[in-house]
């Protein structure tokens, strides 16, 4: 099993959509999470940390499940350039901190 | 403010030959990093380094070597490359402490082994 997956997709939505990916992690002690973007042929950049509490920037919201051990983002009312692929990204205390990459989901959002 | 800068930006190698990747920040990040990106899989770590003069293995460093001379350079080598090795290959760097966990990227360097 890996201990980061997401749904490869692609997800393909119009414009204005919701749409929602998750992605589970195999390590109950993971700490911390996060979700990046990357854009086709660049790098990854951080989209968004994801609390507890479940957190929200703009039309991103980011919740945490620690019981059923899976992260989600919701992305409300689509635009063109959200187009890209969604990392989920998990920190696990192993001798300092180890990240793990999930391998990505890919959306298109299209008009 | 560069950021994170990889040098270069595209190379292609034939079987055997050796390179050397380099990746410079200018953000005073303890924490530096090497990571391959194959299609269809996340990031894989290679080697990482917590300071200046100190380099640890990652999840995929065979065929890789690494040095952290100064702290704002890591160096990533090639000895002999192979065509397994191509692959898109990012350094990214990090403030230390559990609390300031966001890596910062550089543009990464596509590398072609023939």
New interface residues.
Partial sequence: RKEVEQDPGPFNVPEGATVAFNCTYSNSASQSFFWYRQDCRKEPKLLMSVYSSGNEDGRFTAQLNRASQYISLLIRDSKLSDSATYLCVVNMPAGGFKTIFGAGTRLFVKA | NAGVTQTPKFRVLKTGQSMTLLCAQDMNHEYM?W?RQDP????R?IHYS?GEGTTAKGEVPDGYNVSRLKKQNFLLGLESAAPSQTSVY?CASRNAG?TN???F????TRLTVL
């Fill in positions: 990093y990571y269809g899989m996340g990031l770590l917590v990012f559990p966990n966001e890596q990227f550089g543009p990464g």
